[in-house]
C-alpha cells in the first residue's frame, strides 16, 4: 500500500469514515468555508458516505444532507449534526429533480465524488467522467441556489478545459483543485464553483 494511501485510509478510520475520500472534501471545505452551518447539501455517488457525515458535521443540527447513490448507504451522523436523508438512485433516472423538489426547495452546496467504472483506456475514461460532471452541471442549473457552491470530481483529458470553460459562466469564481489526499498519478482533480449565478438573474 502506497505511504500516503496508507497514512490517509488509516487517519480515515482514527476519525470514524468508511473512505479517506472524506479529506478530499475537508481540504476544501477548511480553506474555502464552501458549506455553512444549517444549509442544505446535495451530495451526489454518496456511498459509502464519508462527504456526507463530513458535511452532518459542518452544518449542525438546522442544517440537511441528501446523500444519493445507485448503492444503498444508511448510517448515523453524530449527535447534534446535520440530519441525513439517504436516498437510492440513478443521477440520470429522471424523476430524481422532482422527487427532491417535492422535499426540498433547493440546495446550497452539491457535491459530487462520483467517477465512471474505469476501463484502463485514459480516453474513454475521461470522457465517462465528462458525461457525470455535465450531468451534475445539468442538475446545478435545476436545484442549486443563487450564490450556490459546487465541488464535483473530474478525470482530466483534452477535453476538460472545455468543461471548465462551460462551468464559468454559471458561477462568480471557478477553480480547479488537486488535493493533497488525491494521489499523484491520479487524473483525478476537482472543479469548484462558487456564487452560482442562475440563467434568469444574469443580465
Not at 46 to 60: D, K
Not at 155 to 166: H, L, N, R, S
Request: glycine share 8%.
Amino acid at each position: 500500500m502506497r505511504k500516503e494511501q496508507d497514512y490517509y485510509f488509516k487517519k480515515a478510520k482514527k476519525d470514524n469514515y468508511p473512505a479517506r475520500s472524506v479529506y478530499k472534501l475537508k481540504e476544501v471545505q477548511e480553506k474555502y468555508c464552501l458549506i455553512k452551518g444549517g444549509k442544505r447539501v446535495l451530495d451526489l455517488g454518496c456511498h459509502p458516505g464519508s462527504w456526507s457525515l463530513y458535511a452532518a458535521s459542518i452544518l449542525g443540527p438546522k442544517g440537511i444532507v441528501v446523500g444519493v447513490d445507485l448503492q444503498k448507504t444508511n448510517l448515523e451522523g453524530q449527535k447534534g449534526d446535520a440530519e441525513i436523508y439517504w436516498l437510492c438512485y440513478d443521477v440520470y433516472a429522471d424523476t430524481l429533480v422532482p422527487d427532491l423538489k417535492k422535499q426540498w426547495p433547493g440546495f446550497h452546496v452539491l457535491l459530487s465524488d462520483m467517477a465512471p467504472q474505469t476501463t484502463g483506456s485514459q480516453y474513454g475514461d475521461h470522457q465517462h467522467s465528462l458525461q457525470l460532471v455535465r450531468r451534475v452541471l445539468e442538475l446545478a442549473r435545476t436545484i442549486l441556489h443563487p450564490k450556490g457552491s459546487l465541488y464535483v470530481k473530474v478525470f482530466q483529458g483534452e477535453d476538460f478545459p472545455e468543461f471548465v470553460a462551460e462551468c464559468k459562466p454559471l458561477f462568480e469564481s471557478i477553480k480547479v483543485i488537486k488535493p493533497a489526499s488525491s494521489r499523484k498519478e491520479s487524473r483525478e482533480v476537482f472543479v469548484l464553483g462558487r456564487g452560482y449565478r442562475p440563467v434568469s438573474k444574469r443580465k
